[in-house]
């Protein structure tokens, strides 16, 4: 009797495949090893992605879909500068939860040898929409300075996007651990965005408790 179908064999070829790249770069990724780590034949690669590049595409798509269903769980409230501050907090906590499709998403050297178009390398900035929503509403209600919220997004993912490559390298030590970082980062970012400090500081505190409850047991 052949054997039935495994239906989560697409998904199981994307985690092994990201893992595969971040740990052992583009050269240790080829059908015959994707499919032997996953358990399952190199004719599965080809009926899902079509090719090897097919797949590293649906990795890169399959991280930021996972980041942004994390922002999607977040609630708007009367506080921009708290929901823009739990973004954050989910971006992290996204990323701790999913580092091999996190090394993925943004290519670099990771993707050498495989051809993604500029479409897919711009693939997720859907996911800053949110974002720039909540720095647009902090200008809005005057806890940041006037400025373009783009901007200012940008500005806050590249120092997000940088302390999270840190963490994962294992490179924050005490006493200038991870979570001490975050957190003064976070209040360092809102401040130089126009907030003010002890504002700044409230809204942050508010955020770590909205952390759990809104982003629930998937987080």
């Not at 800053?128 to 720095?135: E, T």
């Amino acid at each position: 009797m052949p054997r039935k179908p495994d239906p989560n064999v697409r998904s199981t070829l994307i985690e092994v495949a990201a893992r595969l790249l971040a740990e052992d770069g583009p050269q240790a990724l080829s059908t015959r090893r994707v499919a032997a780590d996953a358990d399952t034949s190199t004719m599965a690669v080809y009926t899902h992605f079509g090719s090897m590049s097919g797949l590293v595409r649906e990795i890169v798509y399959e991280g930021f879909a996972r980041l942004q269903d994390y922002f999607s769980q977040i609630k708007e409230t009367d506080d921009p500068v708290s929901d823009l501050c739990v973004h954050g907090r989910a971006y992290r906590r996204n990323a701790l939860a999913n580092p091999h499709l996190y090394a993925v998403m943004f290519g670099g050297e990771s993707l050498s040898g495989f051809e993604l178009s500029e479409e897919d390398r711009q693939h997720g900035r859907y996911v800053l929409a949110s974002i720039v929503g909540c720095v647009g509403r902090c200008v809005e209600q005057g806890r940041f300075r006037q400025a373009d919220p783009g901007m200012v997004a940008h500005h806050m993912w590249f120092a997000m996007h940088g302390l999270v490559n840190l963490e994962l390298g294992d490179y924050l030590i005490e006493p200038w651990g991870a979570q001490e970082c975050f957190e003064s980062q976070l209040v360092t970012l809102v401040v130089g965005a126009g907030d003010g400090l002890d504002l700044a500081t409230r809204s942050v505190a508010e955020s770590a408790q909205r952390l759990d409850a809104e982003l629930g047991i998937r987080a």
